[in-house]
């Protein structure tokens, strides 16, 4: 039974009263009056009482909520909204239905601005916390479309005892919460969510999980099974969402080709468009594998490909280097400014896929190379320093190159990261070898979650227009 602790009238303040209640051997709590200082790194409320930090899910910093408990450490708190008691400024109603069920996003109750803002701040304090360093100038924040923006999605399926559930994990859960529409993704893909939920209760085949990819010609399905699914079944699936401008594709357990739903292996492609400014005024396609990696949000990539040359100020007769280069993303855009860029990256099919497109481009000065990335010694193709280069890996960052930038001392470096932590390790790195971030800026690549890209350009003192 839950033990409602209600500290007396006269002393009744946010965060000095109050005290955890405890009721026997019950782990629920609640603290009626909790004061929000500020914002964790991954969009919670933080404050303080009884000495310990407390982080609360759904807060927003100068608002007061009543807060339910859901575990104590030795050293912090966490808890979830359980009421707003005095709103902050900042917050807004969340356009989804499934907020706060669904893990998805997590700032929907926030104004974009705010999400701007706080996005912002969470990479600059990492930066100053852990590695001191503060750029020089902040870049505004590179923004798209706040909702209707998300044009790769990944959703799970379980199917048990006859019921299907088809969406993205609960929050602070490995269950599934069922979806039948999404606000976050472009339109054409959710408007799929309703067929394919109806051929998955119909037919219930043993599917683990299905990908949704936006394309400009179409929009692609991959369906990934555990049990091979008759022909018949998937032809149902191809008919119905035949109308909707898609095209399925199926893919086996451990099994890394894809087939259509006649049953014969295939090698799709999907495509996608860049834009490159004057004085080219060009239109570059690029062409992917339904199972490559592209960025996730059409119109902030567009920004962040135009940002990323008009840092590195790219001229006619230097070399680039472009590191995790995926299908020519920012090679191939760059290579219309430079003399030479090279283009590395360590999956083999994309490297053709790269090639493929400098070709159908006609980008006759950019070369691709499949290569370990985490290995600078294939890297100098030219014999001399690199100009600059661009930096895109993963999540986990580019540790090893940026140990090691003395073997390829480029004048400048763009650094595109999806991590803070990475991207603050790598700062660091990159410092200790006498560069300085001279700009930084965070690019909403997803809004209405905690997540974001950052692009940082870091100057050598050799490059004397920096």
């Not at 070369?367 to 993963?394: E, K, M, T, W």
Request: proline content about 5%; overall charge positive.
């Amino acid at each position: 039974m839950a033990n409602f602790y209600k500290p007396p009238k006269k002393t009744r303040q946010p965060n000095k009263a109050n005290t955890l209640a405890h009721s026997g051997h019950s782990k629920l709590h609640i603290i009626d009056r909790i004061l929000i200082d500020r914002l964790s790194d991954d969009g919670r409320g933080i404050s303080t009482i009884n000495g310990k930090t407390i982080f609360i899910e759904g807060a927003l910093p100068n608002e007061t909520v009543a807060t339910k408990i859901v575990s104590e450490k030795s050293r912090f708190i966490e808890g979830i909204v359980e009421e707003i008691v005095t709103p902050a400024s900042t917050r807004t109603e969340a356009e989804c239905q499934y907020y706060g069920l669904c893990g998805g996003c997590h700032v929907q109750h926030m104004i974009t601005e705010e999400q701007h803002h706080f996005k912002q701040q969470a990479i600059l304090q990492q930066l100053k916390r852990w590695a001191n360093i503060e750029p020089e100038t902040i870049l505004p924040t590179i923004v798209g479309d706040h909702y209707r923006y998300r044009q790769r999605v990944r959703l799970g399926v379980v199917i048990k005892s006859g019921k299907v559930t088809l969406g993205f994990r609960q929050k602070n859960s490995k269950l599934l919460i069922d979806i039948d529409q999404c606000p976050v993704m472009r339109e054409s893909l959710s408007c799929l969510l309703h067929p394919i939920s109806g051929w998955l209760k119909q037919y219930q085949p043993d599917v683990s999980h299905i990908e949704l990819i936006y394309s400009e010609e179409k929009v692609g399905v991959v369906v990934r099974h555990t049990r091979p699914i008759g022909l018949t079944i998937r032809g149902h699936l191809q008919s119905d969402l035949k109308p909707l401008n898609a095209q399925c594709w199926f893919q086996g357990k451990k099994q890394a080709d894809l087939q259509r739903a006649n049953g014969s292996y295939t090698d799709p492609r999907l495509s996608y468009s860049v834009m490159v400014n004057s004085p080219h005024n060009r239109i570059l396609q690029l062409s992917y594998h339904p199972q490559d990696f592209i960025q996730g949000n059409a119109k902030v990539n567009q920004q962040m490909i135009l940002q990323a040359i008009d840092l590195l100020k790219p001229q006619c007769d230097e070399h680039f280097l472009d590191l995790f280069c995926g299908v020519g993303n920012f090679s191939l855009p760059l290579s219309l400014y430079a003399k030479e860029v090279t283009g590395i990256e360590g999956v083999k099919g994309m490297v053709s896929r790269a090639a493929t497109n400098a070709e159908m481009n006609e980008c006759n000065n950019v070369c691709f190379l499949h290569a370990d990335l985490s290995s600078v010694d294939r890297f100098n193709q030219h014999g001399q320093p690199y100009d600059g280069i661009i930096l895109d890996p993963p999540r986990g960052g580019a540790k090893a190159i940026c140990e090691n930038i003395n073997k390829l001392m480029p004048k400048r470096i763009v650094y595109v990261s999806c991590d803070s932590t990475t991207f603050t390790r790598d700062a660091q790195l990159l410092c200790n070898h006498n560069y300085k971030l001279k700009t930084m800026g965070v690019m909403d690549m997803f809004p209405q979650t905690s997540h974001s890209e950052i692009m940082g350009l870091f100057v050598h003192p050799s490059w004397s227009t920096a």
